[in-house]
């Protein structure tokens, strides 16, 4: 297993809206994913999940509605909106191009 590493400042937003949209998902379903897709490098506790989440619905980038899990137990379902597709197709650019100069960077000999 590879060691999990921290996030930079503002990345957890990035990926928590990538991985809503896949689909409507609660909050333990969004750090799972997030940890599987990465291969156990990014790990993210709840202590910092839930106060994103939070944040981007008073964005209005993410909505939520209650609903049961697959466990049969009740669940906030967290859904990206309009305007969070908008910002995740910038963050998304701006990552890309922000990360080819670092690779860039480190490359130069």
Do not use: C, F
């Not at 990345?11 to 909050?27: E, F, I, R, S």
């Not at 697959?70 to 969070?84: F, H, S, V």
């Amino acid at each position: 297993m590879a060691k999990a590493t921290d996030l930079l400042q503002g990345t957890l937003d990035m990926l928590v809206l990538k991985t809503l949209a896949l689909g409507p998902m609660h909050g333990w379903g969004i750090s799972q994913r997030i940890q599987q897709v990465s291969e156990e490098v990014l790990v993210i506790n709840q202590g910092s999940l839930y106060p994103a989440l939070y944040r981007l619905e008073q964005q209005g980038l993410i909505k939520a509605e209650w609903g049961s899990s697959e466990n049969n137990r009740q669940a906030k379902y967290y859904e990206l909106t309009r305007t969070g597709k908008k910002q995740l197709a910038e963050e998304t650019e701006n990552w890309e191009r922000l990360s080819a100069a670092v690779d860039r960077i480190l490359q130069t000999t």
